[in-house]
């Protein structure tokens, strides 16, 4: 079915994060760390002014830990961290990560500086080794809120796939319930026309000959949109054209129709076959049983964004007809509106003056 009227087509699911996406994302969460870690060193220390050194030691030596964790944990475990055995490896890794990510701090941020770094042989104080041990538990809170938060992000996804195949599933029933719809409308207004055309045949050849002619008229601009999911406002028009040129033949001068549609509607979009049960309504609750017949106006208007239908005969009116309700015309076209659209569109049958019944249908206008 075409998206203008019903989509069944799935909305295309969300690529998997690529391995650098997912390691620039959580390097992302580093940063966040390190200025955590400066601000809270700079106020333990009580020199406020130190901060911006501590921005660069920290922010540093956070992206490059998280770095060698995070690159591990992608490339031997990339799904959710679920056993044991992989938190103790991974914590392993952020205990070698950690004393390598601080000295490897202290050297390129104290060059950059200009603050003498010491060496690897002055390095093992008690101060440092803190911050590195701080270093490690900053790493393994780190990893833990990084695998939270893609277990998160892949439930997420989950309920999202979950989702597209559900709506995916009611589409498609949708679309059956549609075509059956449909299926209901044409044998019927066919039946009847070929009921009529047998009797004529043996009281009146000539007329049933003409009758056959404006059928196959018909059929020849119905059968290809009644096999599609949309049509436009001009086929439809012209459909209900030769329908009418059909029960004209059938009821002689007690018939009269005009048909108004503007240009600027042409193209507009709509279920196909959606006039036809209510026109042949119009025909035998309104017109066929009374005596002098009438006139059958189908016009059409576009105003706030809705498509407004209109089919207006000077037939009986309501409750006046031997036939009795709409039939199964009425009943279908609502159930296909309500359906494609719900409730946006819908069917409004009220009393015409002086005489009469309009029937007004409303959906969204969408063109082409």
């Not at 449909?182 to 066919?190: D, G, R, S, V």
């Not at 076959?273 to 016009?299: D, W």
Request: proline share 6%; hydrophobic share 50%.
């Amino acid at each position: 079915m075409t998206s203008s009227i019903l989509s069944l087509a799935p909305a295309p699911a969300a690529p998997p994060d690529s391995f650098g996406a997912r390691l620039l994302r959580d390097l992302r969460m580093a940063v966040v760390f390190g200025v955590l870690a400066a601000v809270i060193i700079t106020l333990v220390v009580g020199r406020p002014e130190t901060l911006y050194e501590q921005l660069a030691y920290s922010c540093f030596i956070s992206v490059l830990g998280f770095a060698i964790v995070d690159t591990a944990r992608l490339l031997f475990w990339p799904g959710p961290l679920q056993e044991r055995r992989q938190w103790l490896a991974l914590a392993g890794v952020a205990a070698l990560a950690a004393p390598l990510a601080h000295f490897s701090g202290v050297q390129v941020i104290g060059r950059l500086l200009e603050h003498n770094p010491p060496d690897l042989a002055g390095y093992a104080t008690l101060p440092r080794l803190s911050l590195a041990a701080l270093t490690f538990l900053l790493l393994c809170a780190g990893m833990v809120l990084a695998a939270h938060r893609e277990g998160l992000r892949r439930a997420e996804q989950e309920h999202h796939a979950a989702r597209l195949r559900a709506e995916t599933v009611e589409r498609q029933a949708l679309q059956a319930q549609l075509r059956l719809l449909q299926a209901q409308i044409e044998p019927h207004m066919l039946f009847n026309t070929l009921a009529n055309l047998q009797g004529l045949i043996a009281i009146d050849p000539d007329r049933a000959n003409t009758m056959l002619d404006q059928l196959i008229q018909y059929l020849r601009a119905t059968l290809g949109a009644a096999r599609s999911e949309s049509t436009t406002l001009a086929d439809e028009f012209a459909a209900m054209d030769a329908y009418l040129g059909l029960m004209q033949v059938r009821m002689g001068e007690r018939l009269s129709y005009r048909l108004e549609l503007p240009p600027a509607l042409r193209a507009a979009k709509l279920p196909p076959m959606l006039l036809q049960p209510l026109v042949e309504n119009a025909i035998v609750h309104g017109l066929e049983p009374k005596i002098e017949g009438g006139e059958v106006r189908i016009s059409a208007e576009a105003r706030d964004g809705l498509l407004d239908l209109r089919i207006l005969d000077t037939g009986l009116g309501l409750g006046h007809s031997s036939h009795g309700g709409g039939g199964v015309g009425v009943a279908t076209t609502r159930e296909r509106l309500r359906v494609l659209y719900g409730e946006r569109a819908g069917v409004l049958i009220t009393p015409a003056q002086p005489q009469g019944t309009l029937v007004r249908l409303t959906l969204p206008l969408e063109t082409a």
